[in-house]
């Protein structure tokens, strides 16, 4: 006698619907792209997967900096010659609130618990913190000419910041709100960045034409990282933004005019490779996974995809005017 299996109708389904849930799902660095757009007073915000703009965020004057916050629901822009910090909901896409960061802002960090900003004052020679929340005023933390580059170490204990006009990079204590130390780097350092065990601080100096690694327990200076692109006069190559791979084991180098990223070895300090982007990168992130690089161009309009792997480039899309600065939130 034939036996029926009474399950099989039921296992098919299941095994229909796992299917169309895996077809439905996007991808693991699937998130959204935050750009400010320097000179169109706008961010633009990008789906990562598709690359089409979601929806483009009126600010106030002239955006540059942009951070997220570590939950995912705020980001944080600079508005410079608005004197602010635009808050954008990240669940409405739209700035529904500010916070009175002081004169010019240019970069920001967020603690890694989300309570505080740290802001560069770049016409006032100090750094701004607040209760990222409130807006109330925690400290005003004098340091050298033109302040820029601002990121908080992964223990959440130190903020480094940098000084264009002076060639500094400061560090302060995060608990006392002071500082602790100044070290010389390069000239015109422009951003600094901690490596994933924050042992180490990497400042890049746009003019000096450097990147300057700083050892954050002795304040010293163990390493400074030169560029030479074939066929590239050394004056167009002009380090700004640095971003950490997810391991630590690279570092991407923005190179300003040069139109290049540069990819370091953070183990040997040896530029590995050099890649063709658009023109003027800025500012760069990581996807939420670590596979992908966005580079954005300040003078083509664009962000460029690049595989973080391959180090090869994949697509441009077009954003908004001039743009400055990226924030990816999952």
């Not at 630590?248 to 040069?258: D, K, N, R, T």
């Not at 063709?276 to 309009?301: C, E, I």
Request: proline residues 6%; contains cysteine.
């Amino acid at each position: 006698m034939k036996t029926v299996n009474h399950h099989r109708p039921h296992a098919r389904v299941a095994a229909m619907s796992l299917l169309l849930l895996m077809l439905a799902a996007p991808p693991a660095w699937s998130a959204m792209l935050f750009v400010t757009n320097e000179r169109g007073n706008t961010v633009t915000v990008l789906d990562s997967t598709t690359l089409k703009t979601i929806k483009t965020i009126p600010t106030g004057q002239r955006p540059r900096g942009i951070v997220a916050g570590p939950q995912g629901k705020w980001v944080y822009v600079c508005v410079g010659d608005s004197n602010r910090i635009d808050v954008i909901d990240v669940a409405k896409l739209a700035v529904t609130r500010q916070l009175p960061s002081g004169a010019d802002p240019e970069l920001l960090a967020v603690s890694n618990d989300g309570g505080r900003v740290y802001i560069a004052n770049e016409d006032n020679a100090q750094v701004t913190v607040l209760d990222s929340m409130t807006g109330k005023l925690l400290a005003e933390i004098p340091v050298g000419s033109e302040p820029e580059g601002m990121r908080v170490s992964p223990n959440n204990q130190i903020t480094a910041a940098t000084s264009e006009g002076s060639s500094l990079v400061h560090f302060i204590d995060n608990k006392t709100l002071k500082l602790d130390a100044t070290v010389l780097v390069g000239a015109r350092p422009r951003v600094v960045t901690f490596t994933p065990d924050g042992r180490y601080v990497w400042a890049s100096s746009e003019v000096g034409g450097t990147v300057s690694v700083i050892d954050v327990g002795t304040h010293q200076v163990v390493q400074t990282i030169s560029f030479a692109i074939p066929g590239m006069r050394a004056e167009f190559i002009q380090p700004v933004d640095i971003t950490m791979s997810k391991d630590g084991s690279q570092a991407f180098v923005a190179l300003g005019p040069a139109n290049h990223v540069a990819v370091v070895n953070t183990k040997t300090y040896k530029v590995s490779d050099y890649i063709v982007v658009g023109q003027r990168p800025w500012h760069m992130a990581l996807s939420t996974d670590g596979s992908k690089l966005y580079v954005v161009n300040g003078f083509t309009n664009d962000v460029t995809v690049v595989d973080a792997t391959s180090l090869k480039p994949e697509v441009s899309v077009n954003v908004g005017r001039l743009p400055w600065g990226i924030a990816v939130v999952p």
